[in-house]
């Protein structure tokens, strides 16, 4: 060990010591994995149960793409049809996001089957709208209610509240109603209620919703879903849960969100951190091997930003505001001053890591947190 890094880990010993940087590496990057021999819903869901994960959850067209490109670069054999987490099996049809009673309606939704709507103020009166539509939202803290002018889809608006407040505003009387209009401004803005006869094994929040088909008798009975190769882009198909298919787990709490335009290091930072949570960062090397499974499969080439960035006073890397704990480096050595440039990227062909300078400009990769009831 060089006296360079000897006096890096002990500066870094001492800012942890003292608070200066704080660890919010809690999460785990999401990664998948599958087996080819056929089972039943439950058998399929408890071999996921056993390595920490569970049925996938799709989020969005993307996540449908990455799966459908995922079996087909992993499986020797055709696979038709693939176990989701998405299953009939909500008690309770509408609900409140934060669990409060649903003793106050004003709601005048009568949901089909399959059908996921939520629930937003619309010139004073409550409306369903599907749930994956962008609107405004309601935040609550304590007894304030503040409306968010920022168009998310219902899930999101939800993790915003979460992490910014409390949660999305309930309504639990008619005062609580009249203070939500007045704050409202007579805007178009989602309030927390679900309406939702499914739901997802893991019992996070998404409002992707593509079904191939629910009007056959055998869609309308079945409680369990598949990803159906040969449906796609309409790829959810509801299955009986005693019948057979593949197990496709996911594990991990983070989303992998990579971002096709180009900016600087800071820009990225500020885009990932409005949007998302932050620049990727990658704590270990489960989290290296999500990283290029996902970029691999989904075949992504050139230069990304990620949240590595050289401390100025000391010298070392760090993410964002946390140590490298673990590093994946071109030719397996950290870039040192006064030599280096201060920001660092990720090359999605080799997974490498490499020092740029911060103005340049490149698409870049964000971290998502998945919410999770």
């Not at 696979?79 to 709601?107: D, E, H, M």
Request: with cysteine.
């Amino acid at each position: 060990m060089n006296l360079t890094t000897t006096v890096m880990m002990i500066l870094v010993f001492f800012l942890l010591c003292s608070g200066i940087f704080q660890f919010t590496f809690a999460s785990n990057l999401r990664i998948f994995n599958h087996t080819s021999e056929d089972k039943n819903w439950t058998e399929a869901q408890h071999e996921c149960n056993e390595t920490g994960g569970s049925l996938v959850t799709l989020y969005d067209d993307e996540d449908a793409t990455f799966m459908q490109k995922y079996m087909t670069k992993s499986s020797s054999w055709f696979v038709s049809s693939v176990w989701l987490g998405l299953t009939k099996t909500r008690t309770n049809v509408t609900t409140w996001s934060n669990g409060a009673p649903f003793i106050f309606n004003r709601s005048s939704v009568n949901i089909n089957d399959g059908q996921q709507i939520c629930e937003a103020m619309d010139k004073n009166t409550w409306k369903g709208f599907t749930c994956s539509g962008k609107h405004y939202f309601m935040c609550y803290k304590d007894n304030q209610y503040v409306l968010i002018e920022k168009k998310k889809d219902w899930c999101q608006a939800e993790l915003y509240c979460r992490q910014h407040y409390s949660n999305l505003v309930s309504i639990s009387d008619e005062e609580q109603n009249q203070k939500v209009i007045k704050e409202g401004k007579n805007k178009t803005f989602w309030i927390g209620l679900l309406h939702d006869e499914w739901e997802w094994v893991d019992k996070t929040c998404s409002t992707y919703r593509t079904w191939s088909d629910l009007s056959d008798s055998a869609g309308t009975e079945a409680k369990c879903t598949v990803h159906v190769q040969y449906l796609f882009p309409k790829p959810i198909k509801p299955h009986e849960c005693f019948q057979g298919a593949t197990t496709f787990c996911s594990t991990g709490d983070t989303r992998i969100r990579v971002i096709n335009r180009t900016a600087t290091w800071e820009e990225a930072l500020d885009y990932c951190e409005e949007n998302y949570i932050s620049l990727l960062w990658i704590k270990d090397v489960n989290d290296q091997e999500a990283v290029k499974q996902w970029l691999e499969v989904s075949g992504y080439t050139g230069t990304f930003w990620i949240g590595l960035r050289q401390s100025i006073m000391f010298g070392f890397w760090i993410w964002k505001d946390s140590p490298v704990l673990e590093s994946n480096w071109k030719d397996d050595k950290a870039p040192e001053m006064p030599f280096s440039n201060q920001c660092g990227v990720i090359n999605a062909t080799d997974n490498k890591w490499s020092d740029e300078n911060c103005f340049n400009e490149h698409p870049f990769i964000c971290a998502e947190k998945i919410l999770k009831y």
